[in-house]
T-cell receptor
Framework: ETGVTQSPTHLIKTRGQQVTLRCSSQ?????VSWYQQALGQGPQFIFQ???????GRGNFPPRFSGLQFPNYSSELNVNALELDDSALYLC?????????????FGPGTRLTVL | EDKVVQSPLSLVVHEGDTVTLNCSYE??????LLWYKQEKKAPTFLFML????IEKKSGRLSSILDKKELFSILNITATQTGDSAIYLC?????????????FGTGTRLKVLA
């Protein structure tokens, strides 16, 4: 059983650019959630995907968008990057959309916006 | 607005000490409370609590939830240097047909040898 993987590990972009982060969910999991974790803060919920549809969203602007594919892997896209977007981006997968299912986190992508 | 508050923000103890970490919350449509340990990047799951007064235990770690007073505590007994980490509390809410996970800022624990 493979765990949650994310790519790339690190990324440096400049303001105004666009970025795509990728996440492969744990085998057997069909739900993926994305989080932004700024330094010294707890993870902030961006959105969740279940069966290829967005199933919940936190307080993030529309320039944060995502996709989930038939194999349940997922992408997070951020357009028009701002300096404050610099953070660790975590994805987490679970078996199905339910509070009674444990989420398993990937190692994260560290994004730096200059 | 939903919020989760953890205290203390940081804590330094010596090996063998017992620590208690606190998590209070104000969340509509509460479903469950989760504790995670974050050492480097990926938070790792510790406990999920859904019912008041039932203690969850794993080795030296234990946790309990009080849904009336809206808080949870995480206890670590006989601390070891390997317990040094950030401990995150998250509350799951269910609103408008979707689940959301609201995290606190975490408690940074450092255990000295």
């Amino acid at each position: 059983e493979t765990g949650v993987t994310q790519s790339p590990t690190h990324l440096i972009k400049t303001r105004g650019q666009q970025v795509t982060l990728r996440c492969s969910s744990q085998s057997g999991h069909n739900t993926v959630s994305w989080y932004q974790q700024a330094l010294g803060q707890g993870p902030q919920f961006i959105f969740q995907y279940y069966r290829e549809e967005e199933n919940g969203r936190g307080n993030f602007p529309p320039r944060f968008s995502g996709l989930q594919f038939p194999n349940y892997s997922s992408e997070l896209n951020v357009n028009a990057l701002e300096l404050d977007d610099s953070a660790l981006y975590l994805c987490a997968s679970s078996y199905r959309v339910s509070s009674y299912n444990e989420q398993f986190f990937g190692p994260g992508t560290r994004l730096t916006v200059l | 607005e939903d919020k989760v508050v953890q205290s203390p923000l940081s804590l330094v103890v010596h090996e063998g000490d017992t620590v208690t970490l606190n998590c209070s919350y104000e969340v509509t449509n509460f479903r469950s409370l989760l504790w995670y340990k974050q050492e480097k990047k990926a938070p790792t799951f510790l406990f999920m609590l859904t019912s008041s007064g039932i203690e969850k235990k794993s080795g030296r770690l234990s946790s309990i939830l009080d849904k009336k007073e809206l808080f949870s505590i995480l206890n670590i007994t006989a601390t070891q240097t390997g317990d040094s980490a950030i401990y995150l509390c998250a509350v799951v809410s269910f609103t408008s047909g979707t689940y959301k996970y609201i995290f606190g800022t975490g408690t940074r624990l450092k255990v000295l040898a």
